[in-house]
């Protein structure tokens, strides 16, 4: 059906997808991994038209159903992919957060596909609009039809793009890193969803992502992407049970997985002494619903938690897309003051790890002023701890180096450097005042495998350097697993579980867990 024929493709005279050959056929899965920046989006794009128009093909060609779609060196017929796509062609984006107009009700937004490509009615439309909610899974179809994106949950906005994607029945349909932001339970919806869909529909799928365990799951084929080109192209299962190039070994190799030997970083462990006591703690919200003027409702999200956090330890804190971890860590970091029972510590101004370092991370400030900051703020709320401005530098070109970056990346931007970078520099800022202990919420979930694993081994040697302790949240499993010494699972503002990391994986007690864990397999 598809057809991708020795396709170059640059930005500025520099290529960025190079020669390029792949063939789908109809009702085919084909899944394209590889690390950030392989060309696996700009492939995708170009493909489907979307790519930015600063872009040039300067070789090759994209068939569709024989009909020649691009070509280099001639001029793209915008009218030709207007009317291919959504109707023979559609996509599915990574983020719908940032893809869905927030400004306008989804119904009305997955509507203009068909009020585009079809001659239906006002009333045929949100019809046929309800009809497809309900086939992706979407519940009360109604309600979210006058629903902004905002007001639904991450699972159901990316239900929503997939509507958007499917309803004019398109004959391919690519998925760019569409689970990427979603835990584990909603990630398998999602994927048994596109399965079904494929089953059903008979159509080709395009499945981009850097998590090679879904690309094992739902794809027929795979084709491995390095530096533009692709280096690895076979039937799924020959790739992950005999890859024959060092990139797809090392790309296996370092995928987190429950099949290999897990390392724990703790010292002592006979000689467990707790730096953090939570007991029996509760934590609330106020708020005020849609009405700024109503009394305020409290609200309560996380209920009657009690643990211990042990040093030099990593805790896991694992659970679905809003059952309170990220709001248990903040009131754990004192940045959620409206709570009751107890939290005490042992270890002076905690710290946290951001799951997104670039938008954590201030833009307009340089990697050496960003490290100071924190050293900064310290000096202002304890003078005793105030620093020169020579000795501040210092430590932030040491931190560097702790974090595995050269002195020149003082002096650049956010901007400048890479995703794994930016989260290297973002550990640096945690650790520059030698706090102790460090939430970690979703550190390396944005990251591809390969920089992942790198992260994860920079985390564990620094835990062992500097005797830190971990509160590690995570949406991935096998990620927590390879990290962790033990794991607390949350479910709807409830500590359900808490054990050892190898007994809780191998005994589980509570029903919850043993479906979040199967559903990591």
Not at 100 to 114: D, F, I, R
Request: aromatic content about 4%.
């Amino acid at each position: 059906m598809i057809k991708i024929e020795n396709l170059s493709v640059a930005f500025d005279g520099t290529e960025v997808v190079k020669n390029v050959n792949l063939e789908i056929t109809d009702g085919e899965i084909l899944g394209i991994v590889g690390e950030s920046g392989s060309g696996k989006s700009v492939t995708a794009l170009t493909l489907m038209g979307l790519v930015s128009e600063t872009a040039e093909v300067t070789s090759g060609r994209i068939v569709v159903d024989d009909c020649v779609l691009r070509e280099a060196g001639k001029p793209v017929d915008k009218k030709l992919y207007r009317t291919m796509q959504g109707d023979n062609m559609s996509m599915i984006f990574q983020e719908p957060m940032t893809s869905l107009n927030p400004t306008q009700k989804v119904g009305k937004q997955v509507g203009e596909m068909l009020k585009l490509h079809t001659v239906l009615t006002k009333e045929e439309i949100k019809a046929k609009v309800l009809e497809t909610f309900e086939a992706v899974g979407l519940r009360n179809p109604e309600l979210v039809y006058n629903c902004y994106p905002h007001q639904l949950s991450g699972g159901m906005r990316q239900r929503v793009m997939i509507a958007m994607a499917v309803i004019l029945h398109p004959d391919l349909v690519v998925a760019d890193e569409p689970t990427t932001a979603l835990d584990v339970s909603i990630q398998n919806q999602i994927v048994a969803l596109l399965k079904d869909i494929n089953t059903k529909e008979n159509n080709s799928m395009i499945f981009i992502t850097h998590d090679l365990n879904l690309a094992r799951r739902i794809c027929d084929r795979v084709a491995v992407m390095k530096d533009g080109r692709i280096v690895e192209l076979g039937a799924t299962e020959d790739i992950f049970l005999r890859p024959q190039e060092s990139y797809t070994k090392n790309l296996m190799e370092a995928v987190p997985s429950r099949l290999k030997r897990r390392v724990s970083a703790m010292k002592n462990a006979d000689n467990k002494e707790p730096i953090v006591q939570v007991k029996d703690l509760s934590v609330f919200y106020e708020d005020r619903g849609s009405n700024p003027f109503a009394k305020k409702v409290r609200k309560c999200i996380v209920k009657n938690a009690t643990f211990d956090i042990y040093k030099g330890e990593s805790l896991g804190l694992v659970g679905e897309s809003g059952c309170g971890k990220t709001t248990l860590s903040k009131a754990i970091l004192g940045m959620n003051m409206i709570t009751t029972g107890e939290v005490i510590q042992t270890t002076v101004r905690p710290q946290m790890i951001f799951q997104d370092p670039y938008s954590s991370l201030n833009p307009s400030k340089t990697i050496g002023w960003l490290l100071q900051e924190p050293l900064r703020a310290r000096g202002i709320l304890d003078p005793s701890q105030k620093m020169t401005k020579a000795d501040m530098e210092a430590a932030a070109y040491e931190m560097l180096k702790r974090v595995g970056l050269e002195e020149k990346y003082f002096t650049r931007k956010p901007s400048q450097l890479s995703g794994g970078q930016r989260q290297r520099i973002s550990i640096g800022q945690a650790l520059i005042t030698r706090p102790g202990l460090i939430v970690a919420d979703e550190p390396v979930s944005a990251l591809d495998v390969t920089v992942q694993a790198q992260i994860m081994e920079l985390m564990q040697n620094l835990q062992q350097e500097m005797e830190l302790s971990y509160l590690f949240i995570s949406h991935d499993i096998n990620v927590v697993y390879k990290m962790c010494d033990r794991i607390m699972v949350m479910k709807e503002g409830q500590i359900l579980e808490i054990g050892e990391t190898e007994e809780i994986f191998a005994h589980p007690q509570n029903e919850y867990t043993q479906t979040l864990f199967r559903d990591s397999l």
